[in-house]
């Protein structure tokens, strides 16, 4: 699902693009846009440099650690796409501001409305990739919430037990009788 809304919002930007801006005016938006997918770029290498999560991992449940690592491996292989596609965009918008405008303008209509179309779409896609992935990066925050709940629950109860225990030890062995009650009796 995710998927086909990214893809209906990379070509519906494409198209956008294409119809309404025409590339003499893209110009003027490559060094923000540059600026913007470099600053993208730059958060995913400082995310890929994060790994796995400093947990204690033996006292977490094993299927909800396979979860959650499964769900970090995952997230990490978007991180790859997200550079490359980022890093295409990138070389596309530096290749079109070493070209130029006046050089552009020389261009037959189609492939300027193409070439404007490919920018919006690729700037387009690399957007939407970057909100999913931040969106991955909440959900696996969550799982590990979870987890870390589940385990600081899974050591106080076992702590709660073990007192319990020594106490009950302490009771049976400190010899205590049962004391026969005798009924009360009749003032007078």
Same mark, same amino acid.
């Given at each position: 699902?995710?998927? /086909?809304?990214? =893809?209906a919002?990379?070509l519906?930007?494409?198209?956008m ?7 003499a005016r893209? %110009? @003027?938006a490559f060094?923000?846009? =540059? /600026? ?7 958060? /995913? %290498? ?11 991992w ?8 396979? @979860?959650l690592t ?10 790859g796409?997200?550079?490359g596609?980022?890093?295409v965009a990138?070389?596309?918008? /530096?290749?079109? +501001?070493v070209?130029?405008?006046s050089?552009?303008?020389t261009w037959?209509? &189609? ?8 920018a &919006?779409g690729?700037?387009?896609? +690399?957007?939407?990739?970057m ?5 991955r990066?909440i959900? =696996?925050?969550r799982?590990q919430?979870?987890?870390? @709940? ?9 702590r ?5 225990a ?11 009788r049962?004391?026969? =009650?005798?009924p009360?009796?009749?003032w007078?």
């Open positions: 699902m995710v998927r /086909v809304l990214t =893809i919002v990379t519906l930007a494409a198209a693009f294409a119809w309404a801006v025409p590339l893209l %110009f @003027d060094q923000p846009l =540059i /600026v913007a997918l470099s600053i993208m770029i730059a958060a /995913v %290498f400082v995310r890929l440099n994060r790994g796995m999560p400093t947990l204690e033996k006292s977490l449940n094993p299927d909800r650690r396979k @979860d499964a769900a970090i491996v995952s997230v990490t292989t978007e991180y796409w997200i550079i596609i980022n890093a990138l070389a596309g918008l /530096v290749s079109l +501001s070209i130029g405008t050089d552009a303008a037959p209509e &189609g492939i300027r409305r193409g070439v404007a179309g490919a &919006g690729l700037v387009a896609l +690399s957007a939407a990739r909100a999913y992935v931040v969106w990066d959900d =696996i925050v799982l919430k979870r987890l870390v @709940d589940e385990a600081a629950s899974h050591e106080s109860e076992e709660e037990r073990t007192l319990a020594e106490r009950l030890a302490n009771i049976r062995s400190s010899n205590i049962p004391v026969e =009650i005798k009360p009796k009749a007078g």
